[in-house]
């Protein structure tokens, strides 16, 4: 194995990893000619730090102890719902070394009661988001779309995770629209009739054209949710530019790449831009963005505040992993609620605002996810009925 491999996995443990470079470790492990060598440097590492420096206190043994037991139970429940994965300890770990608490360093660990610590879990499995939409042609037929089904008309194409659009009839002036309806848990890929590409997260819909009227303003509407966009570049038609239309903003772009988070349980609009420019307008107000920049849309009084951002941690779910920086446990929730489909309620009020930092892959069961939450000792334990979990 490479020095520049053992470099990745060790700032990966340590909590230093960036994005990009959890993406080079990601492709490392998708090795095969890796992956034995791989898994067996992790583990004797993990292994190393976990188990042996946090054995500093007979308290700290105890409850590294109980969890190792939590986690014997969990790897035997994704047993007997035969959800183990191919590389599934690598998984694991994204989940178990990389999810920390801001200022957790104490001192003397608190003790927390047993029984207190187990998580509580129904029977029925709560699933990992996958590639699901629904798609509304102009006559108001619905198409459900998922893996393993395929759709095929003369300008429209589906694998059952991307769909596509071939451009029709140049001299066409009418405008017929589509929508794509994306399901809490559920997440896809669209190419658009101009070539246009988009991503789709959890609990959104996108309303867009068939085809383009070639020379005019190409337009689509992110009615709700979240969507990452590379923009066809308006050289390629005519000079046509692109907009994105919201029903608290306008995005007018010549050929670009950014991100619109839109949700409709949320105060603000956030737009980041990752190459090219934009310009946001609300009102009477514009706005222009320049790339590693937010822009912010308060709904409630429509002001729009610019800030300087990572761009990779904001569209980091478009690679498949979940960016917590700062986050509050309450923002965090409303994300896992999307991609899980459940629903998380809090015990204690004053859990919402614990803050924490991470990167977790999006492939990780929502039983690995809170047991990582679970080493912060910030929460008790979890409670999960069918559909709902109870943070404790």
Do not use: C
Request: no cysteine; charged share 25%.
């Amino acid at each position: 194995m490479s020095k520049t491999i053992k470099t990745l996995i060790v700032k990966y443990l340590t909590k230093e990893a960036t994005i990009s470079e959890l993406d080079e470790l990601s492709r490392q492990i998708d090795d095969s000619s890796n992956k034995e060598e791989l898994i067996k440097y992790i583990k004797i590492n993990h292994a190393i730090d976990f188990n042996m420096k946090k054995f500093g206190t007979d308290n700290s043994k105890k409850q590294l102890l109980e969890y190792i037991e939590r986690e014997k139970k969990t790897q035997t429940r994704r047993k007997a719902f035969n959800v183990v994965k191919y590389a599934a300890v690598i998984l694991l770990l994204f989940g178990l070394g990389y999810f920390y608490k801001n200022g957790f360093q104490q001192k003397t660990p608190t003790p927390l009661n047993t029984k207190e610590m187990a998580p509580v879990v129904s029977i029925d499995p709560i699933n990992v988001g996958s590639d699901k939409a629904t798609l509304t042609l102009e006559d108001g037929t619905q198409i459900d779309l998922e893996k393993g089904k395929t759709l095929h008309t003369k300008n429209i194409q589906s694998n059952g995770e991307k769909l596509e659009y071939a451009p029709t009839d140049s001299s066409n002036t009418e405008i017929v629209y589509n929508y794509l309806t994306i399901p809490r848990g559920g997440q896809f890929h669209l190419k658009l009739a101009d070539g246009t590409l988009v991503w789709l997260n959890s609990e959104s819909q996108l309303k867009y054209p068939v085809d383009f009227v070639e020379g005019a303003t190409r337009e689509v509407e992110l009615v709700y949710g979240e969507a990452y966009f590379e923009v066809s570049p308006s050289t390629q038609h005519k000079g046509a530019t692109f907009k994105v239309l919201n029903p608290s903003q306008e995005i007018e772009v010549l050929g670009t790449a950014f991100n619109v988070n839109a949700y409709k349980d949320e105060k603000n609009v956030y737009t980041t831009l990752v190459e090219g420019e934009v310009s946001i307008s609300v009102g009477t107000t514009k706005q222009i963005l320049r790339p590693n920049q937010q822009s912010k849309v308060n709904l409630e009084n429509s002001n729009v505040t610019i800030i300087p951002v990572n761009v990779a941690y904001e569209v980091s779910w478009k690679k498949g992993f979940f960016s917590f920086k700062g986050k509050s446990l309450e923002d965090i929730a409303k994300v896992l609620s999307r991609w899980y489909d459940v629903n998380i309620i809090f015990s204690r009020p004053e859990l919402k605002n614990v803050k924490f930092n991470g990167v977790l892959s999006k492939e990780e069961t929502i039983e690995e996810i809170l047991n990582s939450i679970l080493t912060t000792n910030s929460i008790k334990a979890y409670e999960i009925k069918n559909k709902k979990i109870t943070i404790k």
